[in-house]
Antibody, heavy 120, light 106 residues
């Protein structure tokens, strides 16, 4: 059974750093594309970042240069390092497996989310 | 970036109603169009991928259609568990979501 469990969220002051983790089971993180998606309180979904099985990584303009996606193959875990945090980064952060096939690309499994609150 | 615009932003419907939600992209997204359902306090759930492919385990009352820039999610007969917010998403260039459509009880 595929499972994704996020952790690492919490209250952090503006300008601070936080690292989110997403522990996967039932599949191999390094063989898949993996994404982070966030949702500010009462708002819609915003794609944040993706890491390909090749290791290539891409980011939304809103986080580029501040966030870094990575993975630990030995732990089958995905990470999101968030630096220079701003109030507008306050959101529930979800990790999701991204399945890619011919002319298809979709988020088929999601974690339960972890809340990041940036406030002084 | 490709902008995704859903309409309506919210709608009121009754159990048994046929519900249609539209999603328009600012440029063609080819077949890279997906739909998700989200209930309060829960993670989104994939309903339809590649415009019209039903995800495993999703009831057949859900269907998707469209092409190019205009897409539709249809619920043929609304059930109590379908009251939720629905998002379209393109994954053709980068990845972006629509703003969501909340389906509420009439």
């Amino acid at each position: 059974e595929v499972q994704l469990v996020e952790s690492g969220g919490g209250l952090i002051q503006p300008g601070g750093s936080l690292r989110l983790s997403c522990a996967a089971s039932g599949f191999t993180v390094s063989s898949n594309y993996m994404s982070w998606v966030r949702q500010a309180p009462g708002k819609g979904l915003e794609w944040v970042s993706i890491i390909y099985s090749s290791g290539s990584a891409y980011y939304a303009d809103s986080v580029k240069g501040r966030f870094t996606i990575s993975r630990d193959n030995s732990k089958n875990t995905l990470y999101l390092q968030m630096n220079s945090l701003r109030a507008e980064d306050t959101a529930v952060y979800y990790c999701a497996r991204t399945t890619v096939d011919t002319a298809l690309d979709y988020l088929d499994y999601w974690g339960q989310g972890t809340l990041v609150t940036v406030s002084s | 970036d490709i902008q995704m615009t859903q309409s309506p932003s919210s709608l009121s419907a009754s159990v048994g109603d046929r519900v249609t939600i539209t999603c328009r992209a600012s440029q063609s997204v080819n077949t890279y169009l997906n739909w998700y359902q989200q209930k309060p306090g829960k993670a989104p759930k994939l309903l339809i991928y590649g415009i019209s492919n039903l995800q495993s385990g999703v009831p057949s009352r859900f269907s998707g259609s469209g092409s190019g820039t205009d897409f539709t999610l249809t619920i043929s007969s609304l059930q109590p568990e379908d009251f939720a917010t629905y998002y379209c998403q393109q994954s053709y260039i980068v990845r972006t979501f629509g703003q969501g459509t909340k389906v509420e009880v009439k």
